[in-house]
């Protein structure tokens, strides 16, 4: 079975910069959707950005539109997330996913099958 493992998170300032990483243990097909989610505490987990088809599309939250940039590796089965200029609400625990099947529904997390242990993202003022 497939597992997705996380990493790259920590404590950072408002305005600096984290790169996080989840790598599969082993071969994601090249039309499933790579994915980011995040939870706060109390808070339900949201949508952060997606990568569908091979690199072909991505897509954002409006909270993260210009600051977060999704990619992937396809022959490293990994997929990457570059923080930016971040603020202390984008602190949460933050969860890679795949879809295995590229549903259209990207952002939602029922659309999902496999997922990470998670890595936690604090940003401090």
């Known amino acids: 079975q497939v597992q997705l493992v996380e990493s790259g998170g920590g404590l950072v300032q408002t305005g600096g910069s984290l790169r996080l990483s989840c790598a599969a243990s082993?071969?994601?097909?090249?039309?499933?959707?790579m994915a980011w989610f995040r939870q706060a505490p109390g808070k339900e987990r949201e949508f952060v950005a997606a990568?569908?088809?091979?690199?072909?599309?991505?897509y954002y939250a409006d909270s993260v539109k210009g600051r977060f940039t999704i990619s992937r590796d396809n022959a490293k089965n990994t997929v990457y997330l570059q923080m930016d200029s971040l603020k202390p609400e984008d602190t949460a625990v933050y969860y890679c996913?795949?879809?295995?099947?590229?549903?259209?529904?990207?952002?939602?997390?029922?659309?999902?099958?496999?997922w990470g242990q998670g890595t936690q993202v604090t940003v401090s003022s």
């Open positions: 996913a795949v879809d295995r099947w590229g549903s259209e529904s990207y952002y939602r997390k029922q659309s999902y099958d496999l």
């Open positions: 082993g071969r994601i097909l090249s039309r499933s959707t």
């Open positions: 990568n569908r088809w091979s690199g072909g599309s991505t």
